[in-house]
């Protein structure tokens, strides 16, 4: 069955379809809830199974022979260039990373465009199910055919991945779905090596958490993957409505100092948005600081100061806060719900982590005046990256920089550490910004 470009041919169930192009983009669309589907394709042979986990074309292996994802409900495929040994590409749909089952979705349907060729339909009856075997582009002889499949999968991804050879953790497998009212499930969970944990992660850690720490498998991500840590803040006297979204930025700007500790050689290095501090992504500690904050509300944007950090596994970073002399001493959670940021993922049109990046957020919270506040402790060791979010207060009345000694451990007041000082009348905040760490007491 063909059709021309512009005409659409709808298809049932179950039906097979003589493919005439080489090239076709399989479009999952809905009426609602926006977003609610993410679609992937898996490259399977003759025996129905994949050859490896890099079969699984999904937003954090974007790309194999033959299939790429052109975006969360596109999927591109070129016949030509399919592996001999692929028999069939099966597109999926899931809603796990929304924690909402097919039956909550309105107006979902299916469609595969060529040049020449348009087919959609309509998959009947989905209820329980969070993925979905949308469609399978197939080998027909020295052709190719489309199967309108349109059966889901109740017991999950996890059961689909495994069905079709790729491996899952037992213990990753994911939790029962919330009911459609509840608000969605926090982590999209993926088919992951035994090894690599591929699940979104999208963690807030409160006062309240029972564990302040929280971890992101950089081993999924390609080399062109951005990793990001930062501070945001609304501004002093913000206003937000009942759901705590902001009607009205603040004011007040916070000192935002990133100590970088070298595990080798025991020496500090201080980035701050400050000139000829910044820091340069070529050099150790790898990281380079976007610039200081033009404060809450410009662009309609909390105030932002963040680095970009290349991980690596030689060092740990302190996420340091100076709320004293210039910006006056205080709380500061009087900044209007400070948060720590933590991004990792592709890049977007600005090149800093995109919308899917994976996120760990530490939301402050401390009503201490205390000149200084550690508010996170990032470190990667095998290639996980852990943030601690406890927050630990320097000592009182003091300006001396909270630190890490040789040994990696807390101090509250470092001997010969950086100070804090005014930077109006000194030109930089801090009394020094490298160094030796201290020795472990």
Same mark, same amino acid.
């Given at each position: 069955?063909?059709? @021309? ?23 999952? =669309?809905?009426?609602? %809830? ?13 025996? !129905?199974?994949?050859?490896?986990? *890099? ?8 790309? *194999?022979? +033959?299939?790429?994802?052109? @975006? ?18 099966? &597109?999926?749909?899931?809603?796990? *990373? ?19 060729? @348009? ?24 052709? $190719? ?10 017991? +999950? ?6 069905? #079709? ?8 497998? %994911? ?40 971890? &992101? ?6 080399? !062109? ?7 945001? $803040? =609304?501004?002093? !006297? ?45 050099? $150790? ?43 006056? *001493? ?17 890049? !977007? ?10 996120? &760990?957020?530490?939301? &402050? ?11 996170? #402790?990032?470190?990667?060791? =095998? ?26 451990? $807390? ?10 000082? @005014? ?19």
């Amino acid at each position: 069955m063909s059709g @021309s470009a512009t005409t659409m041919v709808e298809v049932s169930k179950g039906s097979k379809t003589d493919l005439v192009d080489g090239k076709y983009t399989v479009r999952l =669309d809905l009426d609602s %809830p926006a977003g609610a589907v993410d679609i992937a394709a898996v490259l399977l042979t003759a025996e !129905g199974k994949v050859r490896s986990d *890099a079969d699984f074309v999904f937003f954090n292996n974007p790309a *194999a022979s +033959g299939v790429r994802l052109e @975006s969360d409900a596109v999927v591109a495929v070129d016949l030509s260039a399919l592996p001999a040994e692929i028999y069939r590409v099966v &597109i999926t749909g899931s809603t796990e *990373a929304q924690g909402i089952r097919f039956g909550a979705v309105a107006g979902l349907r299916v469609s595969v465009v060529g040049a020449g060729q @348009s087919v959609s339909f309509v998959p009947p009856g989905l209820d329980s199910e969070t993925v979905l075997q949308a469609v399978a582009l197939y080998r027909r002889g020295s052709g $190719w055919r489309l199967d309108a499949i349109g059966q889901g999968y109740s017991a +999950g991804l996890a059961a689909f991945a495994t069905d #079709h050879g790729i491996v899952v953790d037992a213990d990753e497998e %994911p939790a029962d779905v919330a009911p459609v009212t509840q608000a969605p499930a926090p982590q999209r969970v993926t088919p992951t090596a035994a090894s690599v944990d591929l699940r979104k992660v999208d963690v807030v850690l409160t006062k309240e958490s029972p564990d302040r720490r929280a971890t &992101i498998d950089l081993r999924k991500g390609d080399p !062109g993957y951005v990793l990001t840590v930062g501070l945001e $803040w =609304d501004g002093r !006297g913000a206003k937000y409505d009942a759901n705590g979204r902001v009607t009205e930025f603040g004011t007040g700007d916070l000192d935002v100092y990133f100590f970088c500790r070298n595990e080798i050689t025991g020496d500090y290095v201080v980035l701050s948005g400050e000139k000829g501090h910044q820091g340069d992504l070529s050099t $150790w500690p790898y990281i380079h600081h976007q610039g200081d904050t033009r404060g809450p509300g410009a662009n309609n944007l909390p105030a932002t100061e963040q680095v970009t950090v290349r991980p690596t596994e030689n060092g740990d970073l302190l996420l340091n806060v100076y709320q004293s002399v210039d910006n006056g *001493a205080g709380a500061i959670d009087k900044f209007g719900n400070p948060r720590v940021r933590v991004r990792y993922g592709r890049p !977007g049109p600005d090149g800093l982590p995109d919308r899917d990046a994976d996120q &760990i957020t530490v939301v &402050i919270g401390n009503g201490k005046s205390s000149f200084w506040a550690t508010v996170a #402790h990032i470190d990667v060791r =095998d290639g996980i990256l852990t943030v601690d979010g406890t927050i630990h207060y320097s000592r009182a009345f003091s300006e001396r920089m909270p630190v890490l000694d040789t040994a990696g451990t $807390w101090v509250r007041s470092a001997k010969n550490g950086p100070v804090g000082r @005014s930077k109006k009348a000194n030109g930089l905040g801090l009394s020094r910004y490298e160094g030796q760490c201290p020795t472990p007491r």
